[in-house]
């Protein structure tokens, strides 16, 4: 072994975790090379430093009282009244819910008729017109769906899909998969790999994005400035590695919250 | 005595190394707090599986911490951040004027170590864990591993070698 092989074997020889062959070997450099020997010596003094250093900051720490606090009331769950007990609670809705529902599909106009039912409960989510007017809906939260479902595009063997498109915070979160390429982080690093959504023509800024390596495709989650919902909007990727190659894209997709 | 209040009397003379292990493992307060919680959960639920009775809580607790962190790099780790500049300006702080205790001085050289030779030394002298094991947990190459932590310790001696006679140097 060279020099430089050496020196990076030297913490497992200094820790004892080399295989005896390996030792040997080691120690036979050692006794004829000076240099190397002189470095297993500062080696061993900075990671005893090192070691020491570590554990005695690590001795003298406490933990914010905020974060215990709130480790406390994870473990300890304070002891509830009947009405805080949710899986009570939730049974209780269930019923009312039940109960609800049954008289406002047979009797309509009996619930309507009562006024604290009728103001909470006859103005719908979802409203319905009928013909002559036209038909309009109303949903109680932005979607978080994609439109079409699974939007697909497939160049070059590569094939990009957009599964799920939601509000997190201040950001929007667009989950995608990419079968066909390589999770190779370094050319993952460069610009041209990364998503660029535009909304209305007018581009989202990144924020970051993740990529996890799965059975058969690559999924990634990429954060984006928060956009409103029902927008017609188009995810662009200009180039990806598959292989030892980078395949041109781009490969671009449009769809709707 | 409850099961909690058996978990706590164990728990709480450890909570402030464990704090400052995630802390050295993760580099950062907020997400040692994250993973600390996290750790103790898991604890708490697996707690009457503890083997080696009481004396066995102390190591058994830090490992299922170390698991957590070394899970948050893995996956820190596969998370490509958009370049921004400010995320190449030097994060030297600036010379304290009183006595740095020899611990703190030993993990302010540590913590401005990148990352991927941070968690490196800090699984290694820290959690004395064998080399083959840091490379399972942050599921690199053991070479990976070898490389990383020579260079580290060579950043670390002449950043603490540096200090040393900066403070010669102030003495005389």
């Not at chain 1, 899986?87 to 049954?102: E, I, R």
């Not at chain 1, 699974?150 to 509000?167: D, H, M, P, S």
């Not at chain 1, 990364?194 to 058969?216: C, I």
């Not at chain 2, 994250?34 to 490992?63: N, S, V």
Request: glycine fraction near 6%; charge should be negative; proline fraction near 5%.
């Amino acid at each position: 072994m060279q020099c430089d092989d050496i020196r990076l074997e030297l913490q497992a020889y200094l820790e004892g975790e080399l295989a005896p062959d390996e030792r040997a070997e080691v120690e036979a450099h050692l006794s004829t090379c000076q240099a190397c020997a002189e470095e297993a010596r500062a080696m061993r003094g900075m990671g005893d430093l090192i070691r020491r250093g570590l554990n005695e900051w690590v001795d003298q720490g406490t933990v914010p009282a905020e974060l215990a606090a709130r480790i406390e009331v994870h473990i300890r769950p304070r002891k509830k009244v009947w009405w805080q007990n949710w899986q009570l609670a939730a049974g209780l809705v269930t019923a009312a819910a039940a109960v609800f529902l049954v008289l406002f599909t047979t009797q309509p106009e009996r619930i309507a008729s009562i006024p604290l039912l009728g103001a909470l409960f006859m103005t719908p989510d979802f409203t319905y017109t009928a013909a002559p007017g036209p038909v309009t809906e109303k949903l109680p939260k932005p979607s978080n769906e994609v439109h079409p479902q699974n939007a697909t595009t497939e160049k070059e063997g590569i094939t990009l899909t957009v599964n799920l498109i939601e509000q997190v915070g201040h950001l929007t979160h667009i989950q995608y998969t990419i079968k066909g390429m390589t999770l190779d982080k370094e050319r993952l690093k460069n610009p041209v790999t990364h998503p660029t959504l535009t909304a209305a023509g007018k581009k989202v800024s990144l924020s970051s994005f993740n990529a996890d390596q799965r059975s058969g495709a690559i999924v990634f989650n990429a954060y984006f400035d928060a956009l409103q919902s029902g927008q017609s909007l188009t995810l662009t990727i200009g180039s990806l590695p598959a292989g030892e190659q980078m395949v041109q894209g781009p490969w671009q997709v449009t769809f709707s919250n | 005595m409850t099961l909690e209040d058996r978990f706590f009397a164990l728990y709480k003379p450890e909570q402030g190394r464990l704090y400052r292990t995630a802390w050295a493992i993760l580099g950062n307060e907020a997400d040692a707090g994250d993973a600390l919680q996290e750790a103790t959960i898991r604890a708490y639920r697996a707690f009457d599986q503890l083997k080696g009775g009481e004396a066995a809580f102390p190591y058994w607790i830090r490992r299922i911490l170390v698991n957590t962190c070394t899970q948050i790099l893995r996956k820190r780790m596969r998370v490509i951040p958009v370049e921004r500049p400010e995320d190449h300006m030097s994060e030297e702080p600036a010379t304290p004027d009183v006595d740095v205790p020899f611990g703190s001085e030993v993990w302010e050289a540590v913590r401005l170590l990148d990352e991927r030779y941070r968690a490196v030394v800090v699984l290694r002298f820290l959690n004395d864990m064998q080399l083959e094991d840091i490379a399972t947990a942050l599921d690199i190459p053991l070479g990976t591993v070898k490389s990383r932590l020579h260079t580290a310790l060579k950043m670390l001696r002449t950043k603490l070698n540096n200090n040393e006679s900066g403070e010669r140097r102030g003495a005389l």
